[in-house]
């Protein structure tokens, strides 16, 4: 996201009520070795949540396989291929 839409959400962190504010547009910037299609630079959305909860992230929706598998849902076992693709990279 940008540096004013970060700077806000920062701001709000604490506040309660914070999930009235609009969604902040930003950009994925993570590569993911799983599909071969590109992951960066895929449009987001982050819709802030009550405080003590995350953010939800959402794709634009196109017909990425990604952002396809966030409209249409998604195994357990590709949720723990995603992961560890991020978290232990080859």
Known sequence: ?????????????????????????????TELALHPESKTNLK???????VGQWPVIELEPTDHPLAFEQRAGITQDHVREIATAVLHPA
């Open 1 to 29: 996201m940008s540096r004013d839409a970060f700077a806000r959400a920062l701001e709000v962190w604490n506040t309660e009520s914070r999930e009235a504010e609009k969604p902040y547009f930003g950009w994925l910037s």
């Open 44 to 50: 987001t959305n982050a819709h802030t949540r009550p």
